[in-house]
């Protein structure tokens, strides 16, 4: 059985970190990608960054590209999302999804993922 589990949100001040992990089962990090989206409330979900199950490549959103960084461990099975110099913005609930097929990580939408975490509570305070 397919299962993300998100982990690592709480609240913290501008500019400080975080990382996030996603823990997965069911399948191996190098069968499917893995992406990372958020939502915060009365706002559309929005794509973070994704990580090939090929050869690792990463691709980012514009908004967080230089201070957000994807990577992966295949022994835990674990994806990892640093958050640096976070902002006020950065608020929100963080996802870690993926797709059984069809989904290469060239794009950051949603609707194409099959399988989701419940997420984790990320807030950043002023």
């Known amino acids: 059985q397919v299962q993300l589990v998100e982990s690592g949100g709480g609240l913290v001040q501008r500019g400080e970190s975080l990382r996030l992990s996603c823990a997965a089962s069911?399948?191996?990090?190098?069968?499917?990608?893995i992406g990372w989206f958020r939502q915060a409330p009365g706002k559309e979900r929005e794509g973070l960054s994704c990580?090939?199950?090929?050869?690792?490549?990463?691709y980012y959103a514009d908004s967080v590209k230089g201070r957000f960084t994807v990577s992966r461990d295949n022994v835990r099975n674990t994806v990892y999302l640093q958050m640096n110099s976070l902002e006020p913005e950065d608020t929100a609930t963080y996802y870690c999804?993926?797709?059984?097929?069809?989904?290469?990580?060239?794009?950051?939408?949603?609707?194409?993922?099959?399988?989701w975490g419940k997420g984790t509570l990320v807030t950043v305070s002023s």
């Open positions: 990580i090939r199950s090929s050869d690792g490549s990463t």
């Open positions: 999804a993926t797709a059984e097929s069809g989904y290469g990580c060239y794009t950051l939408e949603y609707y194409k993922m099959d399988y």
């Open positions: 069911g399948f191996g990090l190098d069968d499917y990608p």
